[in-house]
């Protein structure tokens, strides 16, 4: 059974970095993306980034130039680096696996940005 889990969310003040941190176990084939997204309340989820099977990534607009995805294969675990933070980057983070046929969700971490 595929399984995401993420970690590394709190409570940060704007300006501070946190890492977040997906881990993965279970047999996959086939992996296309790993992405992260986010859903602030009353909002909808968007997505902040995606890290393609070739390693290249992707970032919303929004996030570009603070945020970084990078991933460890040994440890089966993708990271969104997260920096600069602003209190509109409070949300409920997740990541999400795309394989050709299947789509694989974690339940998320918190992120609050607050003084």
């Known amino acids: 059974q595929v399984q995401l889990v993420e970690s590394g969310g709190g409570l940060v003040q704007p300006g501070g970095s946190l890492k977040l941190s997906c881990a993965v176990s279970?047999?996959?084939?086939?992996?296309?993306?790993m992405g992260w997204y986010r859903q602030a309340p009353g909002k909808q989820r968007e997505l902040v980034g995606d890290?393609?099977?070739?390693?290249?990534?992707y970032y919303a607009d929004s996030v570009k130039g603070r945020f970084t995805i990078f991933r460890d294969n040994a440890k089966n675990t993708v990271y969104l680096q997260m920096n600069s933070l602003k209190p509109e980057d409070t949300a409920v983070y997740s990541c999400?696996?795309?394989?050709?046929?299947?789509?694989?969700w974690g339940k998320g971490t918190q992120v609050t940005v607050s003084s």
């Open positions: 890290i393609f099977i070739d390693g290249s990534t």
């Open positions: 999400k696996l795309s394989t050709a046929l299947n789509a694989y």
């Open positions: 279970g047999s996959i084939f086939g992996i296309k993306t």
